[in-house]
C-alpha cells in the first residue's frame, strides 16, 4: 500500500509517495506522469518515517541548504536503463548542470558503448518518479536551454535560480554546463 502525503513549496504542492520504508515518488502539482507507474496500488494518505524524513530534507533544500540525497531512502521503478539515468541524475551537484549529451556519454562509457542516444536519455530524465531530490532539474540541452521539465519550465528556472544557476531568459549561461 503506498502512503502518500503532501508538502507545500515555493513551486507549489509536491506529492509524496512511500512504501515498505522507502521514497517511491515526489511530483509537482501539475507534473506529467504523476503517480502513473503506480496507478494500480492501493493509496492511503497518511506520514510516516520515510515521509517525515523527506519533508525536512526539502525544507533544507528550500531554505537553500544542500541536504544529502544518500540520507533519504530511495527505490527507483523503471527499466535498467532507466534506473541507471536515475542514479546518474543523483550525482549531479548542486549549484551546476549537465546535459542529455553528456549523460548519454557517460552511460554509453559505462556500458562499453560507443554510444547512446540522447532522445533515451531525455525520455528517462522525462519520467523521473522523484523531481527535486532526483535532480531532473540540472539537466538542461547541449545548447544550455531549459528543455523537457516535466513539472514546466518556469518551475525548473526557480529551482536552478535557487541552486545560485544564473538562467538569463529560457537558458542558462554558456559557462555553467560541464
Known sequence: ???ISTY???VGVLTLASKNDKLLGLWIEGQ???LSVYKDEQMVVGENAVIEKTKKWLDCYFAGQNPEIEKLEIEFFGSE???EVFKRLCRIPRGSVTTYKSIAGDIARYRGLKSM???AVGNAVGR???SIIVPCHR???SDGGLTGYAGGIAKKKFLLELEGIPVEGDRVKEDCTR
Open 117 to 119: 542516444s540522447c532522445q
Open 8 to 10: 507545500q513549496s515555493p
Open 81 to 83: 536503463f532507466s534506473q
Open 1 to 3: 500500500m503506498l502512503i
Open 128 to 130: 523521473n518518479p522523484i
Open 139 to 141: 539537466v538542461v540541452g
Open 32 to 34: 506529467k506522469h504523476f
